[in-house]
């Protein structure tokens, strides 16, 4: 029952007027890319596929679940759900009608075109709805996050932190997400062994502040977790005072790990001007003799909070004697709340729409029409298409009509998708690829589960692929999505039916 | 393994060095109220006890858990969890050891001052910290953006609709803290049931644009809702145009359902600038003869622009003819993404810090020192209480010392809990609460489980004594979180010890 009321409500009035078992198409998109206020994406990355086809294979209706139906009342005090509706939907809700054409999880996507595409009996793919839009919107939404997050950090790796401030057991779903967006491990354990990677972690302040109380001050926890995990000692250095204290305590017990045989992995930085203390901590170690330690920085991390310590870094190291490219080097990312809750733009706003139903043979369209036309979304039986073009590059996403091939094409005319007359017209394409492909049939999955790594590499790919324009973290340039020339033509069509006046 | 890879190292390490079943306390507390940027909170509403008990009581170490605990390797091939230390942890980590003292779920909690306690091993109470902090920062959270929504709501029903933008199944918890803080029903089938309660909703756009797919037009499905659902008879009329198409379809629909003896619920509207179209809906609803009928508004809202459309409601509703108190006596709230991600604010800072282990008979108070004070937490056993003055109002939650009893007195020193020198005499007290109570020990609840109602006139009670100043929306008024001398002198010897050059 992971769904809203309003789809059980709509679904027993389809099946009162003979009409749950029609074949409808639903489209999923999202209209605007994550705008963070002073930053905005110009892409998203694809996340939550897997889980959801995962959901739809496993999820039954329970006898609990009707048992819960039935006594639902109206306000008459009236059976809200009919015994015969209930019976059907205990023998049909097992997804096992529906199929679903999507992207690839992991790769990256564009507004208004669809991502996915599901086909099966109206009832059942709108009661699939919630579930959809659930799965889909608050991966993909952290997963872009995520891939963000990793352009800042330029190549330095960049760790998961955020289960303590994430959104209850969501947070697993978060994690899942910034492991495929950009995020190259997590704290979270039960996460990641599901993923089948290591979690990372070293201690947290209680540890030194138990020292402290048992007398034992903070060299006392950094030599006990030095002995602990003499090839991983990796400390925070904060919890009295970074360059007073806590740096000076982690050399000298990284110099007594030295004598033992053993080279100390790094420090962690949890608090105050970041930018500054690493540089100051690199001088530090370097004199200490430990110019290769890393520096993981953490606290209210993300996109931007990098982009300005790594600038402060190259400006700030040079008066303290300090190469800042070397610093950049050695540092490793810590990002946890803004990550895991996509601080500044909390939720994607993916659709569900209503594109077409069965028309006894042919697709009937189905539209929503608005005084917003950018509300509107795209009718029809569809095909999805990334066009690349000479220099290799992606250059628009196309919409087709459900019988058109691109793939041979050579030249290309697009058209806006919701505003009318603007034409450009596509020379010189290399590569024609079809976007959304089959993923769902017949209760089943089309082809196997992908590898984390092979969500990450379809990702890395793409981006490849992106003009940097389209990447670049403020300001992104608009990547084109458009429509041929039928699907325009069909979208006057229906707006003209439905809306004679305009 | 719902827990942080760093409580696992730490554990370890405490395990080693003997200290692993040393009892510890650590408070959680959260510091700043959510500040949404244009408007702020000043207090909270406490979410997420009882499910945080519920996975307490239920969460085990299983052999998989182990497996793949056993499977971690360090950099050196070595294996990263010791046999022993697993052992172990398989034996007691069912937090049969744990007890937890808390403020009562559902009750309004402000900063600083511990909302729960938790005493317990070691190393079992540095395990529990990710999940402690999981499930209560979130729900917090939600159950606060709630009950601001609900007071801008004034008294009318609000009904919460974010599933399709929550985080992955964590949005059942928010649906759950949603009916704890302020919202009267949900469209979340599943979680309603689980909290006893039905879900509510009736159509989307998808059913309109079916029927007009089918050439059965906006009234078409209109006609089709009525049948089906005669007594609860809710219509949406922004799929093609409000008040040209829909409004006029539902008052037809409406007529011809009264003259079958039947009364219809209301509309929906779902776009548009609400404010204006409440207005003229509810004139043309009056016109139609329905007064009575409900106006549902939905669409990015929040308590901020429901404070806004209510007061555009007011200075609108005479041009048109319409009384604004009216109107705003008919609307029902449907309120989802901005409540169920908290935007603007999406993650509560709560944290759980050590502040006391076992010395061997007596507290040894433990702190973490910072350069920022606020950010020091309040050393050592504790007690919480709420002071009433003599007007019944809540004026200020006051920390003492575990051994001090506030209960009897009528007059008390409060010092500023992280300024020093400030001093606040509070005479005329009227009543002193102890606010955190024993809910959890010996690896049982203490007390049953709260129902939903139960919860929700905590909450009710505490606001109702709470000062109009400190539940405003903008700019709230501050409420007083203090210590007593006690705790102050044994916070200020900590920081002197520590670091006595300040």
Redesign the interface.
């Known amino acids: 029952?992971?769904?809203?009321?309003?789809?059980?409500?709509?679904a027993?009035?389809y099946w009162?007027?003979g009409?749950h078992e029609r074949t409808?198409q639903?489209d999923y998109f999202f209209r605007r890319y994550p705008d963070y206020g002073r930053h905005q994406a110009g892409y998203a990355v694809f996340a939550?596929l897997e889980?959801l086809l995962d959901w739809i294979e496993t999820t039954r209706v329970r006898d609990e679940?009707l048992d819960?139906l039935r006594a639902?009342?109206?306000?008459?005090g009236?059976r809200?759900f009919d015994e015969g509706f209930l019976s059907w939907l205990a023998d049909t809700c097992d997804f096992e009608g529906v199929s679903i054409r999507s992207v690839p999880e992991g790769r990256v996507v564009h507004g208004h075109a669809p991502i996915a595409i599901v086909e099966g009996p109206?009832a059942i793919t709108?009661i699939l709805?919630?579930s959809f839009?659930?799965?889909l919107?608050?991966?993909t939404l952290v997963a872009t996050k995520a891939s963000r997050v990793a352009e800042s950090a330029a190549g330095g790796p960049v760790l998961e932190?955020g289960?303590?401030?994430?959104?209850?057991?969501?947070?697993?779903?978060?994690t899942r997400a910034a492991l495929i967006g950009g995020a190259d491990a997590s704290?979270?354990?039960?996460a990641?062994?599901a993923m089948g990677i290591?979690?990372?972690?070293?201690?947290?302040?209680?540890?030194v502040?138990?020292f402290?109380?048992?007398g034992e001050g903070e060299i006392g926890a950094f030599r006990?977790?030095a002995?602990?995990?003499p090839?991983?000692c990796l400390l925070l250095v904060d919890?009295?005072?970074t360059l007073e204290s806590g740096i000076p305590n982690a050399i000298t017990v990284f110099k007594e790990l030295r004598t033992e045989g053993h080279e100390p992995v790094g420090i962690r930085l949890d608090?105050?001007d970041l930018a500054h203390l690493a540089v100051r901590s690199a001088r530090m170690l370097d004199d200490g003799g430990f110019p290769d330690a890393r520096i993981v920085l953490s606290s209210e991390l993300d996109e931007l909070a990098m982009w300005q310590i790594r600038a402060q870094i190259v400006e700030e190291a040079p008066r303290y004697g300090v190469d800042g490219a070397a610093v950049l080097h050695r540092l490793i990312y810590g990002v946890g709340?803004r990550l895991?809750?996509?601080?500044g733009y909390?939720?994607?706003?993916g659709v569900?729409?209503?594109v077409?139903?069965d028309?006894t043979g042919e697709w009937?369209?189905?539209?929503?029409?608005?005084?917003?036309p950018e509300?509107m979304p795209i009718p029809g039986d569809k095909r999805v298409w990334r066009i690349y073009d000479d220099r290799g590059l992606a250059t628009a996403d196309v919409v087709s009509a459900g019988n058109e091939d691109l793939s041979f094409g050579e030249s290309l005319d697009l058209y806006h998708p919701h505003r009318a007359g603007i034409i450009r017209r596509l020379e010189n394409i290399r590569d024609v690829e079809e976007l959304v492909v089959p993923s769902y049939r017949d209760g089943e999955r089309i082809g196997s589960t992908p590898s984390l790594d092979e969500m990450r590499r379809r990702r890395i790919a793409d981006l490849e692929r992106l003009d940097v324009g389209v990447r670049r973290l403020v300001n992104p340039h608009v990547y084109h999505v458009s429509l041929t020339q039928s699907v325009k033509q069909l979208q006057g069509e229906l707006i003209a039916r439905?809306?004679p006046g305009n």
Request: aromatic share 10%; charged share 20%.
């Open positions: 029952m992971f769904t809203d009321q309003y789809q059980l409500t709509m027993q009035l009162k007027y009409l409808a639903f939550g889980w679940d819960r639902q009342r109206c306000t008459s009236r809200r109206l709108q709805e919630t839009l659930n799965h919107n608050y991966q932190f289960m303590r401030r994430g959104p209850d057991v969501g947070t697993n779903a978060g704290s979270n354990v039960g990641s062994h290591d979690p990372q972690g070293t201690h947290a302040h209680s540890m502040q138990l402290m109380a048992l006990a977790y002995a602990t995990y090839d991983e919890t009295i005072d608090s105050g709340t895991i809750t996509s601080q909390s939720a994607l706003g569900y729409k209503l077409a139903i028309g009937l369209p189905a539209m929503k029409i608005s005084d917003t509300k439905e809306r």
